[in-house]
């Protein structure tokens, strides 16, 4: 049973234009969100995360949007750039210090 | 960057031998992991650990062990490995004070 659902396996963007990856969760229980970014051959790196508090959270060019009616969480990487093409997953954390993965996407920034 | 490293990077073994994989930090963080990345199923968590001698299992747990001896020392153990075990094993880390865990760069594990 998937509790946290990436439904895209990949993403192909234009160099310059907004990035939208999308996640989805069950378990209405999740309060906080996490969204790690990883390149080929290295671990998974923290990007941003949201607590349930809010509906958005920013940094720099990335932003994620919370939208907990519909159990759904969004990153948006606006302008996207080469070095944004990783695969991006998102995380749901879950009882204490555990996280909850979805599949992943893999975005590709074509110049 | 959570000082973590693991050993060895990559491993080639035959079905039924014993593995031992290696986590290192020099953080001083009290939870320690070990996650399984495999194709469609993102990162699974195996065992993780809440303390020296403190450990639970992850949602895939089968067919593996752990041990936490010191606090920057996570052994996971696959007893006799088997071909279904073949993926990309990272290790991660996190404090009590964020729920942010930093990772590893991962052991690439083939089992023949």
């Known amino acids: 049973d998937q509790q946290v659902k990436q439904n895209s396996p990949s993403l192909s963007v234009q160099e310059g234009r907004i990035s939208i990856l999308n996640c989805d969760y069950t378990?209405?229980?999740?309060?906080?969100f996490l969204w790690y970014k990883k390149y080929p051959a290295e671990g998974p790196t923290f990007l941003i995360s949201?607590?349930?508090?809010?509906d958005k959270n920013e940094d720099g060019r990335f932003t994620v949007f919370l939208n907990k009616s519909a159990k759904h969480l969004s990153l948006h990487i606006v302008p996207s750039q080469p070095g944004d093409s990783a695969v991006y997953f998102c995380?749901?954390?879950?009882?204490?210090?555990?996280?909850?993965f979805g599949q992943g996407t893999r975005l590709t920034i074509n110049p | 960057d959570a000082g973590i490293t693991q050993s060895p990077r990559h491993k080639v073994t035959e079905t039924g031998t014993p593995v031992t994989l290696r986590c290192h930090q020099t953080?001083?963080?009290?939870?320690m992991y070990w996650y399984r990345q495999d194709p469609g199923h993102g990162l699974r968590l195996i065992h993780y650990?809440?303390?020296?001698?403190?450990?639970d299992k992850g949602e895939v747990s089968d067919g593996y062990s752990v041990s936490r001896s010191k606090t920057e020392d996570f052994l996971l153990t696959l007893e006799s490995a088997t071909s279904s075990q073949t993926s990309v094993y990272f290790c991660?880390?996190?404090?009590?004070?964020?729920?942010?865990?930093?990772f590893g760069p991962g052991t690439r594990l083939t089992v023949t």
């Open positions: 991660a880390t996190a404090s009590e004070a964020s729920y942010e865990q930093y």
């Open positions: 378990n209405s229980m999740f309060d906080y």
């Open positions: 650990s809440y303390g020296v001698k403190d450990t």
């Open positions: 949201i607590s349930s508090i809010k």
């Open positions: 953080e001083n963080h009290r939870y």
């Open positions: 995380a749901a954390v879950q009882g204490a210090q555990k996280l909850v």
